[in-house]
Protein backbone atom coordinates (compact mmCIF):
# COMPACT_ATOMS: atom_id res chain seq x y z
CA UNK A 1 0.00 0.00 0.00
CA UNK A 2 0.85 3.40 -0.95
CA UNK A 3 1.17 6.06 1.48
CA UNK A 4 0.37 10.24 -0.03
CA UNK A 5 1.42 12.57 2.13
CA UNK A 6 -1.21 15.27 0.99
CA UNK A 7 -0.10 17.66 3.88
CA UNK A 8 2.29 20.10 2.27
CA UNK A 9 5.59 20.16 4.37
CA UNK A 10 5.59 23.44 5.77
CA UNK A 11 2.67 22.35 7.46
CA UNK A 12 4.23 18.98 8.31
CA UNK A 13 7.37 21.05 10.17
CA UNK A 14 4.58 22.69 12.49
CA UNK A 15 3.12 19.65 13.36
CA UNK A 16 6.41 18.39 14.47
CA UNK A 17 7.05 21.26 16.27
CA UNK A 18 3.86 20.79 18.06
CA UNK A 19 4.45 17.34 18.60
CA UNK A 20 7.63 17.52 19.82
CA UNK A 21 6.71 21.20 22.11
CA UNK A 22 3.56 19.02 23.51
CA UNK A 23 6.18 15.76 24.46
CA UNK A 24 8.54 18.57 26.29
CA UNK A 25 5.59 20.20 28.10
CA UNK A 26 4.34 16.79 28.72
CA UNK A 27 7.69 15.83 30.09
CA UNK A 28 8.24 19.13 32.18
CA UNK A 29 4.64 18.61 33.72
CA UNK A 30 5.72 15.22 34.77
CA UNK A 31 8.92 16.10 35.81
CA UNK A 32 7.24 18.95 38.10
CA UNK A 33 4.43 16.01 39.45
CA UNK A 34 7.43 13.82 40.11
CA UNK A 35 9.92 16.63 41.84
CA UNK A 36 5.93 17.82 44.02
CA UNK A 37 5.25 14.52 45.26
CA UNK A 38 8.78 13.75 46.31
CA UNK A 39 8.53 16.75 48.15
CA UNK A 40 5.31 15.97 49.36
CA UNK A 41 6.01 12.37 50.28
CA UNK A 42 9.80 13.80 52.12
CA UNK A 43 7.82 16.69 54.29
CA UNK A 44 5.11 13.61 55.22
CA UNK A 45 8.37 11.45 56.11
CA UNK A 46 10.04 14.12 58.10
CA UNK A 47 6.51 15.44 59.45
CA UNK A 48 5.62 12.07 60.64
CA UNK A 49 9.72 11.97 62.20
CA UNK A 50 8.87 14.96 64.06
CA UNK A 51 5.65 14.13 65.33
CA UNK A 52 7.37 10.75 66.42
CA UNK A 53 10.16 12.75 68.15
CA UNK A 54 7.18 14.63 70.17
CA UNK A 55 6.06 11.98 71.46
CA UNK A 56 9.18 10.61 72.59
CA UNK A 57 10.05 13.85 73.91
CA UNK A 58 6.32 14.52 75.62
CA UNK A 59 6.98 11.13 77.32
CA UNK A 60 10.58 11.89 78.56
CA UNK A 61 8.85 15.11 79.82
CA UNK A 62 6.52 13.78 81.79
CA UNK A 63 8.85 11.44 83.50
CA UNK A 64 11.10 13.82 84.00
CA UNK A 65 8.45 16.10 85.92
CA UNK A 66 7.90 13.12 88.27
CA UNK A 67 11.25 13.57 88.91
CA UNK A 68 11.58 17.22 89.43
CA UNK A 69 8.92 16.82 91.74
CA UNK A 70 10.51 14.40 93.47
CA UNK A 71 13.54 16.76 93.11
CA UNK A 72 11.90 19.83 94.69
CA UNK A 73 10.49 18.01 97.83
CA UNK A 74 13.92 16.03 98.68
CA UNK A 75 15.25 19.60 98.43
CA UNK A 76 12.90 20.70 100.93
CA UNK A 77 13.41 18.33 103.10
CA UNK A 78 17.31 18.70 102.39
CA UNK A 79 16.79 22.49 104.21
CA UNK A 80 14.50 21.18 106.50
CA UNK A 81 17.44 18.58 107.82
CA UNK A 82 19.99 21.42 107.35
CA UNK A 83 18.00 23.53 110.07
CA UNK A 84 17.60 20.75 112.54
CA UNK A 85 21.23 19.98 112.43
CA UNK A 86 21.99 24.00 112.83
CA UNK A 87 19.43 23.83 115.71
CA UNK A 88 21.17 20.68 117.30
CA UNK A 89 24.99 21.70 116.59
CA UNK A 90 23.92 25.62 118.32
CA UNK A 91 22.45 23.07 121.14
CA UNK A 92 25.53 21.53 121.73
CA UNK A 93 27.31 24.84 121.30
CA UNK A 94 25.07 26.56 123.74
CA UNK A 95 25.00 22.93 126.63
CA UNK A 96 28.07 24.74 128.86
CA UNK A 97 26.92 28.13 128.81
CA UNK A 98 23.13 26.57 130.05
CA UNK A 99 24.72 24.73 132.54
CA UNK A 100 27.12 27.66 134.00
CA UNK A 101 23.53 29.58 134.23
CA UNK A 102 22.03 26.95 135.98
CA UNK A 103 24.67 27.12 138.50
CA UNK A 104 24.72 30.38 139.55
CA UNK A 105 21.31 30.85 139.45
CA UNK A 106 21.27 28.10 142.32
CA UNK A 107 24.51 29.48 143.92
CA UNK A 108 22.42 32.47 144.49
CA UNK A 109 19.15 30.43 145.33
CA UNK A 110 18.20 31.22 148.56
CA UNK A 111 17.27 27.71 149.89
CA UNK A 112 14.03 26.54 151.47
CA UNK A 113 12.40 29.76 150.80
CA UNK A 114 11.37 29.67 146.96
CA UNK A 115 11.30 28.08 144.00
CA UNK A 116 11.56 28.44 140.13
CA UNK A 117 8.36 27.89 138.28
CA UNK A 118 9.48 28.86 135.04
CA UNK A 119 13.24 29.62 133.62
CA UNK A 120 13.23 31.31 129.87
CA UNK A 121 16.61 31.89 127.97
CA UNK A 122 16.33 34.49 125.14
CA UNK A 123 19.59 35.07 123.29
CA UNK A 124 20.98 37.27 126.48
CA UNK A 125 17.79 37.89 128.33
CA UNK A 126 16.80 35.53 131.36
CA UNK A 127 13.37 35.51 132.41
CA UNK A 128 13.01 33.82 135.83
CA UNK A 129 9.20 33.09 137.15
CA UNK A 130 9.02 31.68 140.67
CA UNK A 131 7.29 31.75 143.99
CA UNK A 132 9.02 32.92 147.59
CA UNK A 133 7.72 33.01 150.92
CA UNK A 134 7.37 37.12 150.98
CA UNK A 135 9.18 39.82 149.40
CA UNK A 136 12.37 40.02 151.29
CA UNK A 137 13.11 36.94 149.98
CA UNK A 138 12.32 37.98 146.70
CA UNK A 139 14.79 41.02 147.50
CA UNK A 140 17.84 39.41 148.75
CA UNK A 141 17.43 37.13 145.57
CA UNK A 142 17.73 40.01 143.69
CA UNK A 143 20.62 41.57 145.76
CA UNK A 144 22.43 38.62 145.19
CA UNK A 145 22.09 38.32 141.37
CA UNK A 146 22.97 41.68 140.77
CA UNK A 147 26.27 40.64 143.02
CA UNK A 148 26.75 38.12 140.62
CA UNK A 149 29.74 38.52 137.50
CA UNK A 150 26.68 36.62 135.46
CA UNK A 151 23.69 38.89 135.49
CA UNK A 152 23.38 42.62 134.84
CA UNK A 153 20.13 44.86 135.13
CA UNK A 154 18.07 42.49 137.22
CA UNK A 155 14.29 43.76 137.21
CA UNK A 156 11.48 43.02 139.22
CA UNK A 157 8.63 42.77 136.19
CA UNK A 158 5.73 41.53 138.90
CA UNK A 159 5.10 40.27 142.20
CA UNK A 160 2.23 39.30 143.80
CA UNK A 161 -0.19 37.50 146.32
CA UNK A 162 -0.63 33.41 145.91
CA UNK A 163 -2.34 31.51 148.37
CA UNK A 164 -1.01 27.49 148.05
CA UNK A 165 -2.72 25.51 150.33
CA UNK A 166 -3.67 27.98 152.67
CA UNK A 167 -0.82 29.57 153.08
CA UNK A 168 0.37 32.85 151.82
CA UNK A 169 3.11 33.04 149.24
CA UNK A 170 4.49 35.67 146.54
CA UNK A 171 4.53 34.95 142.82
CA UNK A 172 7.13 36.86 141.45
CA UNK A 173 8.67 37.48 137.67
CA UNK A 174 12.27 38.75 137.42
CA UNK A 175 14.42 39.78 134.17
CA UNK A 176 18.06 40.30 133.70
CA UNK A 177 20.87 40.47 131.26
CA UNK A 178 23.81 37.94 131.41
CA UNK A 179 26.99 39.12 130.56
CA UNK A 180 28.47 36.26 129.53
CA UNK A 181 26.74 34.45 126.53
CA UNK A 182 28.16 32.02 123.73
CA UNK A 183 29.74 32.95 120.49
CA UNK A 184 26.63 31.99 118.83
CA UNK A 185 24.38 34.80 119.98
CA UNK A 186 27.51 37.49 119.21
CA UNK A 187 26.96 36.45 115.81
CA UNK A 188 23.40 37.95 115.53
Known amino acids: MIKINLIPPKEIEKFEDIKRELTIFILLCLLIFSIAMYFTINLKNKKNKIRYQLKTVQAELKNYQGI??????????K???????????????????????????????????????????????????????????????????????????????????RQIQDLNFKSFTLECKLTIFPSIYSKS
Open 79 to 161: RIIEKKLKIISDLKKQRGYVVSILRELVAQFPVGKMWFEELELNGTNLTIKGVAMDNEVIAEFMRRLKRSTYFIQVELIKAEK
Open 68 to 77: EKKLIQLKKE
